[in-house]
């Protein structure tokens, strides 16, 4: 037996997602690619330091990394609901 209020039938936006996800995984890679390069660069006494930069560029690729495992699971979950004859999307 079903509880709650949700529809039954209840499709999540997947294409809105897809879109943010690529958008997300771009800037953040390239986010990434230069507070390295920066951190790379950076001399002793430079503010921000060399150390902030670096952390930075660790946080931009974790986010980076999130969204191309988001990409993965939105490819699995379209492919498995054309597989069964639904629509999502």
Request: glycine share 10%.
């Amino acid at each position: 037996m079903r509880r709650g209020t949700e529809p039954a039938n209840a499709l999540s936006a997947l294409q809105l997602r897809r879109i943010l996800a690529w958008v997300a995984l771009g800037v953040f890679v390239v986010a990434a690619v230069l507070f390295a390069v920066s951190a790379a660069a950076a001399e002793p006494g430079d503010s921000p330091s060399a150390t902030l930069r670096a952390v930075l560029a660790g946080v931009c690729a974790l986010v980076a990394v999130t969204a191309g495992v988001d990409l993965v699971v939105l490819r699995r979950r379209v492919r498995d609901s054309a597989g069964r004859g639904g629509r999502r999307g």
